[in-house]
């Protein structure tokens, strides 16, 4: 894993998306990036070497969102539902398929 494709792990999604659990979002981790890019890489990469995705990081939150112009909002298919993943486990995974796409 390179310091390159874990900045860019950090820098690609959107700043605004919805964070997990922990409330650590994409401005955040770049606010981190910024003084601790060293820690995080190791971090990301050592993760990465040993094949270890942490648990805090397999967190989600499911969220119903209605569907627009459905009749009956009492049917559950009038609803869709989002996972928010922690932003960590996010980069690592990113990091990770890009390898393998690679």
Known sequence: ITYAEVKKGIYRPN??????PSQINYTALHWAWEVASEYIY????RCAN???H????????AVALRKPR??????????????LE???GKVLESVQASRLAY
């Open 15 to 20: 700043r605004k998306k919805a964070p997990g």
């Open 42 to 45: 190791l971090l990301i990469s």
């Open 50 to 52: 040993i094949g270890y």
């Open 54 to 61: 942490p648990i805090a990081w397999r967190r989600t939150i």
């Open 70 to 83: 459905k009749p009956d909002y009492s049917n559950p298919r009038a609803y869709r539902l989002i996972q």
């Open 86 to 88: 922690e932003c960590l």
